[in-house]
Nanobody, 123 residues
Framework: VQLVVSGGGLVQPGGSLGLSCAASGFTFSSYAMGWFRQVPGKEREFVAAISWSGGSTDYADSVKGRFTISRENYKKMVYLQMNSLKPEDTAVYYC?????????????????WGQGTQVTVSS
């Protein structure tokens, strides 16, 4: 199982950024996927999750209405579109594979993790 995250970088407050996660080594369409983020000294924080089919999504309250998670099963890709970014969104972002078909807010419900990508929101 491999998850490769790309798309991080530096963006100004109010700007947008898209993250991508390329999956390989498993039947992608059978698993939920999630995005988490972490800042130094804090626990990994749930951001968004999407079910195996893409028919169900969940978001942290802090990003609801600003971030969108999506997936393309035939490409084995999951995405996180981040709009109206705030300085408090600064973190390392990770994608992760769920243990089942439905997404979860809990990190222990995910068994494989990508390498993470830094997102910095600053003027």
């Amino acid at each position: 199982v491999q998850l490769v995250v790309s798309g991080g970088g530096l963006v100004q407050p109010g700007g947008s950024l898209g993250l991508s996660c390329a999956a390989s080594g498993f039947t992608f369409s059978s698993y939920a996927m999630g995005w988490f983020r972490q800042v130094p000294g804090k626990e990994r924080e749930f951001v968004a999750a999407i079910s195996w089919s893409g028919g169900s999504t969940d978001y942290a309250d802090s990003v609801k209405g600003r971030f969108t998670i999506s997936r393309e099963n035939y490409k084995k890709m999951v995405y996180l579109q981040m709009n109206s970014l705030k300085p408090e969104d600064t973190a390392v972002y990770y994608c992760a594979r769920g243990r089942g078909r439905l997404g979860s807010l809990r990190a222990y419900e995910y068994d494989y993790w990508g390498q993470g990508t830094q997102v910095t929101v600053s003027s």
